[in-house]
């Protein structure tokens, strides 16, 4: 069975950093994309951003727009865990923030939602 736990939450001033750690036990396809999802207050869930292993060991990221050049995704595969660097918050991105990995047996595996907060 796969469990992820995420940690890493809270509440921040605007300008703020947060760092969310998603770790995974359990058979994770490590060879997969390992994401970070958001659901904002009366929206639906967001991709937010996502991070692959090609078979030459590098990976490549993406951002959802508004996030770019203050989040960072990043994975340790010997540790099957994902995090997501969080600098300049801003209060629209309050929201319950969701880790996605893929187990070996086809299924994506979700995290229980960490609450980040943002204060203006």
């Known amino acids: 069975q796969v469990q992820l736990v995420e940690s890493g939450g809270g509440l921040v001033q605007a300008g703020g950093s947060l760092r969310l750690s998603c770790a995974a036990s359990?058979?994770?396809?490590?060879?997969?994309?390992m994401a970070w999802y958001r659901q904002r207050p009366e929206k639906q869930r967001e991709l937010v951003a996502s991070i692959t292993r090609s078979s030459t060991r590098s990976s490549s990221t993406y951002y959802e727009g508004s996030v770019k050049g203050r989040f960072t995704v990043s994975r340790d595969n010997a540790k099957n865990t994902v995090y997501l660097q969080m600098n300049s918050l801003r209060p629209e991105d309050t929201a319950v923030y969701y880790c996605?990995?893929?187990?070996?047996?086809?299924?994506?595996?979700w995290g229980q939602g960490t609450q980040v907060t943002v204060s203006s």
């Open positions: 359990g058979s994770i396809f490590s060879d997969g994309v």
């Open positions: 996605c990995l893929p187990g070996l047996d086809g299924r994506d595996y």
